[in-house]
């Protein structure tokens, strides 16, 4: 993905217009695939000059970008200081107007500190001691120019907000893969003693039109053995420019002999929607959000309306264990059943970062009852989700309190190829509340306490005796983000479960099921008109 800004659908009119010159994708978390991404570069020593190059640009994102004004001195510094963890007789201090650096105590350099803004002093400080490091240390002298910048950039952010970080070339190239696609054949795999095993493989991609299956183990890649390979190293076989051919040797489960299938690459974007039957009931699991979600959503649905006659009779959107991803996404798939009002807005300390969104008049499962599933490991975008259904009453949250990542993220490319993952803004939910901490509150909780263990009857009683749903007042309360005594009484109305258990989508099934359940769990309704956020706040 590149660094120049990426348009958000047309059809949310109220989105901004402009974003900052170097703002990147907008995300909300990330998500890494089965398979890692496969890059044959190797990388030559350290330069003083493309290290200041970077550090300057790394710097100056950084006070441009990040949520909150943080000074550069203090990054560069504890970035600096970091580079203990490669030799630990390196020692770096700020002291009276200079920075000193030391090997075992006696001093190899020492730095006019620059102003505490001054990204390109800093920089200047950074790129030298570095290099001037080098030439003391072993451990740094071996080192790789792309260690030592994640090693610098990592110490760094380490005391930002925890989810801003650093991805070197390699990484940053299988995060774009992930979110973007690349060039492959359209396999999960897992590593095991004789080779690749395939777990999966994705519907109309080159793997499933030449006949692979689950279970296929690879022992060959263009003749060569992957036994006792690395995912990694396997997968930058397996890989590969698109519309070129790879020749794999592949043993059935149920033969001993071994045969070779010949695949033409194609651009391959990971599976994040699926879709499974319940009786007249659809289910849909989404597993992240990338480029394809929403598209892959509806194509799912459709699937589902083709399948029950004569029409599905309610929906369950499975979001337990979505870790998140694209911002975009989270709109697009909110809007896929928001029929009106607002799906979620942002605010951070940029003036770009204060964004609202707004649902389009569409509703493509025409209103039919839905239900959506979380867990503890429901977070981001997944929020963004679930909180939009659940304040525009389109639909009842089932499962326990969410993860409680509500920030948004931009990514922003560095000369290096490397990129700077950095928190940029928090996301309110219609009703105003920010998500971050917090997270969004089930209306049927399927964890009363840590200490019992729920069951589909005890849950339904508890609904049928008035105890569920949780109040709207409660679940649409706004708890500053620092106020962790108000978050933990907050989030102690349904404590959050991180597993997955049957008994969230049993209890799901069980209220589109029972018409009289649902209408039970259904909070009252209210206006989304009256859920705008004023622009000035």
Not at 78 to 98: C, F, Y
Not at 220 to 226: A, D, F, I, R
């Amino acid at each position: 993905m590149e660094i120049a800004p990426v348009g958000l659908p047309k059809k949310l009119p109220s989105q901004r217009k402009r974003r900052p010159t170097r703002l990147g994708p907008l995300f909300l978390a990330f998500v890494l695939a089965a398979c890692a991404s496969g890059d044959s570069e190797q990388f030559g020593g350290f330069d003083q000059n493309r290290a200041e190059t970077l550090f300057t640009v790394g710097f100056e994102d950084i006070s441009n970008f990040y949520i909150d004004d943080i000074s550069i001195s203090d990054l560069a510094v504890a970035g600096l200081g970091s580079l203990t963890s490669l030799d630990p007789a390196i020692d770096v201090a700020e002291r009276e107007g200079q920075i000193a650096l030391t090997i075992e105590g006696q001093e190899i350099g020492s730095y006019t500190s620059p102003r505490a803004n001054d990204t390109d002093g800093w920089a200047r400080v950074t790129a030298a001691a570095i290099s001037n490091s080098r030439s003391y240390s072993q451990e740094l002298g071996a080192s790789d120019s792309e260690d030592l910048y994640e090693i610098v950039f990592d110490g760094a952010l380490s005391n930002l907000d925890g989810f801003s970080r650093y991805a070197g070339r390699i990484d940053a190239k299988q995060n774009r893969e992930n979110r973007d696609g690349f060039g492959g054949i359209g396999v999960r795999i897992r590593m095991v003693e004789q080779g690749v095993q395939i777990l999966s493989v994705m519907d109309t991609t080159p793997a499933a039109m030449a006949g692979f299956q689950s279970q296929d183990i690879i022992t060959h890649v263009n003749g060569e053995p992957v036994a006792g390979l690395s995912q990694r190293d396997a997968v930058r076989r397996l890989r590969g420019r698109i519309h070129t051919p790879v020749r794999l040797t592949v043993v059935r489960e149920d033969s001993e002999k071994s045969f070779d299938l010949t695949v033409v690459r194609t651009h391959i974007v990971p599976q994040t929607v699926s879709y499974r039957r319940e009786g007249d009931i659809a289910i849909l699991r989404v597993s992240s959000f990338n480029q394809n979600t929403s598209s892959s959503l509806r194509e799912k649905i459709r699937e589902a309306q083709a399948d029950i006659k004569p029409r599905p009779a309610g929906y369950i959107l499975d979001l337990r264990s979505n870790p998140g991803g694209l911002l975009e996404q989270a709109v697009a798939v909110s809007d896929i059943f928001v029929d009106s009002g607002r799906i979620v807005s942002t605010r951070g300390r940029h003036p770009e970062s204060y964004q609202y969104f707004d649902a389009d008049n569409d509703d493509l499962i025409d209103h039919a009852p839905m239900v959506v599933v979380v867990n503890g490991n429901s977070a981001s975008a997944s929020e963004i989700v679930a909180s939009a259904l659940q304040d525009s009453h389109r639909a009842i949250v089932v499962g326990s309190a969410s993860f409680g990542k509500g920030t948004v993220q931009t990514l922003l490319r560095l000369p290096n190829q490397g990129e700077l993952i950095l928190t940029w803004a928090r996301f309110h939910a219609p009703s105003g509340y920010a998500l971050n901490k917090r997270g969004v509150l089930p209306d049927v909780c399927t964890t009363s306490s840590l200490s019992d263990t729920p069951t589909i009857d005890s849950v339904l009683a508890r609904l049928r005796s008035g105890e569920l749903p949780i109040d709207q007042d409660v679940i649409t309360r706004d708890v500053a983000v620092g106020d962790n005594e108000g978050i933990g009484a907050l989030r102690a109305h349904c404590p959050s479960r991180e597993g997955e258990v049957d008994l969230d989508v049993n209890v799901a099934l069980r209220l589109l099921q029972d018409p009289g359940l649902y209408a039970l769990a259904t909070n009252q309704p209210r206006s989304t008109a009256d859920l705008q956020i004023a622009p000035s706040e």
